[in-house]
C-alpha cells in the first residue's frame, strides 16, 4: 500500500460539495441519506490493476481541445488513443437522440440568437422544444456561463468561443463515426453513452432509455461483450433498464451506475447500497471525491472504502473527471500526471473519465 494513502472505516465529509446532481435526480424517491458512511476497510489488500488495463474514456470527446460533443472532438479523442468515447444524450420534440451534456441548448450554442422567444418561463432553451432540423440550424460553440448579458468560457484556457463551425449531431450519426473509423483503422475503440434526466423526459412523454437502446440495438450493440457501457445517474432507472426493457429486447448491454458527490447519494456508497448496484450494473462511475477526500493532505490521502466496497462486489470503477487545469485538480495532488498516479497507480481505479485522452494515454505508456 502506498505510504500517503490513509484508509478510513467511515464517512468522507460531505461539507462543501460542489457537484449536486440533484437537477437530474428522480425527485420524492427518498435516497436522501444524512451522513455518507463508507464500510470498513483494512486497505491492505486490495489488487492494483495494471495501469494498461486502464480505461482511458473520452469525456464529452477530447473535450480539453475542442468544443464538447462535437464530432471534431469525437475524432480526435478517437486519434488520441481513447479507449472508449461518451455521449451524453437528451431527445429533441420529434424524438431524435441527440449528443448534448443535458437538456438544455443556451451555453452551448447560439440557439437565443437564431430562436429568439422560443426559451420557457425559467428563461432556459430546452432541446426538447426544438425539431432536429432546428437543432442543426444552430452553431456549437465551446462552453459559456451568461450573466448580466456578459458570455464567459467555462474553460477560459480552452478553445476560444464561437470560431469555427460546429453542429449537434445525433446518437446514430457519432456511433457511425466510431464504427467507421474502427473499420479503418482496425481498432475496437468503444462508446460510453449517458441516459440524461429519464424523470424529465418521461414527464415530456419521452422514454429516453426505449430510445437510446433502440438506437444501440440498430447498431448491434446488444450483449455484455459489446464494446458499450450505459450509464445514469438514476439508480431506478438503471433497475427498470436491468429488470424490464433489456430481457423485453433481448439484450444484455453493460450498465454504469454514476454516483455524484451529493448526500443525495450517500446511502449508495454504503456496503448495502453498492451490494444493490451490483444486482443491475457491472460498474459504478463515481465523482473522483467520493474516492479520496479533496481536502486531504498531500502526504495523508484520505481514501474511502468505496472502491473496495465496489470490487468486492466485482464492480469496475470509474471515476470523473480528469481534468488538467489547475484548478481542476484537488490540491492534494502536484498536477495532472500526479494525479492519475494517485488514482490508477496507488488506489486502482479501472478506467477514467478524462478530457484529456493524450495525456492520459501518454500517462499509461509511459507507466507499463
Ligand atoms: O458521465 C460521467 C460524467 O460525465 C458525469 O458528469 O455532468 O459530465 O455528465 P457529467
Ligand atoms: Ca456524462
Known amino acids: 500500500m502506498s505510504e500517503r494513502l490513509s484508509y478510513r472505516k467511515a464517512a ?5 460539495i460542489d457537484e449536486m446532481k440533484s437537477d437530474q435526480f428522480p425527485v420524492g424517491h427518498g435516497i436522501l441519506v444524512a451522513l455518507l458512511f463508507l464500510a470498513a476497510c483494512d486497505g491492505g489488500t486490495s489488487v492494483v490493476p495494471a495501469a494498461s488495463e486502464t480505461l482511458v474514456i473520452a469525456h464529452r470527446g477530447a473535450s480539453g481541445y475542442l468544443p464538447e460533443h462535437t464530432i471534431a472532438a469525437k475524432a480526435m479523442a478517437y486519434a488520441q488513443g481513447a479507449d472508449f468515447i461518451e455521449q451524453d444524450l437528451v431527445m429533441t420534440q420529434d424524438d431524435a437522440v441527440i449528443v448534448l451534456h443535458d437538456h438544455h441548448l443556451d451555453t452551448v450554442s447560439n440557439v437565443a440568437s437564431i430562436f429568439p422567444g422560443r426559451a420557457r418561463g425559467d428563461g432556459r432553451y430546452y432541446a426538447i422544444d426544438f425539431t432536429l432540423a432546428e437543432i442543426r440550424e444552430l452553431s456549437v460553440t465551446e462552453r459559456f456561463e451568461l450573466q448580466d448579458g456578459v458570455i464567459t468560457a467555462v474553460f477560459p484556457e480552452r478553445f476560444p468561443i464561437n ?3 460546429f453542429r449537434v449531431h445525433t446518437f446514430a450519426e457519432e456511433i457511425e463515426l466510431v464504427q467507421g473509423l474502427n473499420r479503418s483503422t482496425g481498432r475496437s475503440v468503444g462508446i460510453y453513452p449517458e441516459i440524461k434526466s429519464p424523470a424529465f423526459h418521461l414527464a415530456e412523454g419521452k422514454d429516453i432509455s426505449r430510445a437510446v437502446l433502440d438506437v444501440l440495438k440498430t447498431y448491434d450493440y446488444t450483449r455484455a461483450t459489446d464494446m458499450v457501457f450505459l450509464q445514469c445517474f ?6 427498470r433498464i436491468r429488470q424490464e426493457l433489456l430481457p423485453t429486447m433481448n439484450m444484455d448491454v453493460r450498465l454504469v451506475q454514476l454516483i455524484a458527490y451529493s448526500k443525495e447519494f450517500a446511502a449508495m456508497t454504503t456496503a448495502e447500497g453498492i451490494q444493490k448496484v451490483s444486482a443491475y450494473a457491472a460498474g459504478i462511475g463515481p465523482s473522483m471525491h467520493l474516492l479520496i477526500d479533496p481536502d486531504s493532505d498531500p502526504g495523508n490521502l484520505e481514501v474511502s472504502g468505496l472502491l473496495e466496497l465496489a470490487h468486492d462486489a466485482g464492480l469496475k470503477v470509474h471515476p470523473y473527471t480528469f481534468r488538467r487545469e489547475r484548478n481542476q485538480i ?7 500526471e500526479d494525479l492519475l498516479d494517485i488514482f490508477v497507480n496507488e488506489l486502482g481505479v479501472d478506467g477514467v473519465f478524462t478530457d484529456f485522452p493524450d495525456r492520459t494515454v501518454r500517462f499509461l505508456e509511459n507507466a507499463r
Open 12 to 16: 468522507l465529509s460531505t461539507e462543501g
Open 163 to 165: 470560431r469555427s463551425t
Open 234 to 239: 438514476d439508480p431506478y432507472e438503471l433497475v
Open 330 to 336: 484537488p490540491a492534494y495532488a502536484k498536477d495532472y
